[in-house]
């Protein structure tokens, strides 16, 4: 080694989560070393949220234009530039990049290595020519994209999430393998662009999500033109000619094959952890991730993981809350503890579908018949009706003393919806403050306040409440 450093805090990964970490112990004057052996922002900017959030955004503005004649507005000779999409992803990206870029952490005062890391031993992390000899380190390596054991595919050109945003010509028919938040996503992306899209999910789409509103997210799916088979095997693929053939089996035992020009991948994630050396510094870990406790820590108690690495909720947002919960670990060795249930999860499909806290299941579960599902329709709202996006369903999930235990959405702006009953839930307030706060009209944040008011539905019926009604009156 020609170097020997010795910081206060080793982060490995320059995604979100380690990138947040970093940046907070920099600012409280705490030495850091942040290594990175490959692009700053990590997936979240290069491959995941930042595209894939761009090309929504392209889509949206081309099913606008396209859709325009039903508010009375006509355009004529409307066109998709795919190139120009994709330059407008890059631009994108580049207008991020510097907040997550080298240049600002070091100005931070943020040692960075552009390094490959790995422990060497309990207590000391080598890279490159430099070890690290810290006093706790943080792993936030992230994942890549699952390639799933399908017979051919390794000879076949195929697209996963870290390649599909180079495209500069629209495919002519898309087939999408999965049905999770990804695959949908994109799915729908590459229709309203002008793809043909097929997606194949082994077993039901959005099988994390409440099915009552997926069922809903699914019928517009369809209504735009894309062909979804659910619980469908993917058994072969093989060239054919300049396209892809796809042979798929159906829970029935039914054979077809599809054709198509273009493939992606969009089958989950896979923790990086190879490579780390986590055996020599004493790490337990397996296909999931990295195993932490409660407080983020591993099997060695000197070492912490956060985000996609761990497995679980592999989301931009929850590596970043995680990294508060180490900050408040290492810093100010306050006792800390990940609840999952208090992060939601969206997927921007047109309409939005997301969830925050217990399912109806979960809560049923858990409280029985003490647990109460409240509904209320986009197509009561009059801003949905305004805007025409009725599609849609908010379902608030109250327990005892109408406590808020959970929250589901489909429908138009839902991730923003979530914002309120994240804090909501957060505050452990009850159906009494969410129907009393005064929401401005019309939007779609009353959704929240019309479900809470129909958990006393029942009050004006109550023989005990018109008693006591009548006997004011009697007072004038």
Partial sequence: MSEMLTPDICVIGAGSGGLSVAAAAAAFGVDVVLVEKGLMGGDCLNFGCVPSKALLSAARAATGAAGAPAFGVLSEGMRVDFAAVSDRIRA????????????????????????????????????????????????????????????????????????????????????????????????????????????????????????????????????????????????????????????????????????????LAACGRTPNVEGLGLEEAGVAFDARGIKVDRGLRTSNRRIYAIGDVIGGLQLTHAAGHQAGLVIRSILFRLPVAMNGTMVPWVTYTAPEIGHIGLSERAAVEKYGHRARVLRAEYAGNDRAVAEGRTAGRLKLIAGPRGRLLGASIVGAQAGEILNLLSLALSKNMTMKDLAGFVAPYPTFGELVRRAAISYYAEAPKNVWVRSVIGLLRKFG
């Fill in 92 to 263: 994108v990206i580049a207008a991020i990049e510097p907040h997550d870029s080298q240049e600002r952490f070091e100005g931070l005062g943020v040692t960075v290595l552009r390094e490959t890391a790995r422990f060497a031993g309990p207590d000391r992390v080598v890279a490159g020519a430099t070890e690290i000899r810290a006093r706790r380190f943080v792993v936030a390596t992230g994942s890549r994209p699952f390639v799933p054991p399908v017979p051919g595919l390794d000879d076949v050109p195929y697209l996963t999430n870290e390649t599909v945003f180079g495209l500069r010509q629209a495919p002519e028919r898309l087939a999408v393998i999965g049905g999770g938040p990804v695959g949908l996503e994109l799915a729908q992306a590459h229709r309203r662009l002008g793809a043909e899209v097929v997606v194949l999910e082994a077993g039901k789409v959005l099988s994390r999500d409440d099915s009552e509103l997926s069922a809903i997210l699914v019928q517009n799916l369809k209504a735009e033109g894309i062909e979804l088979f659910e619980e469908t095997a993917v058994e072969r693929v093989a060239k054919s000619g300049e396209g892809i053939e796809v042979s798929i089996r159906s829970r029935s035992g039914e054979t077809t094959t599809l054709t198509a020009s273009h493939l």
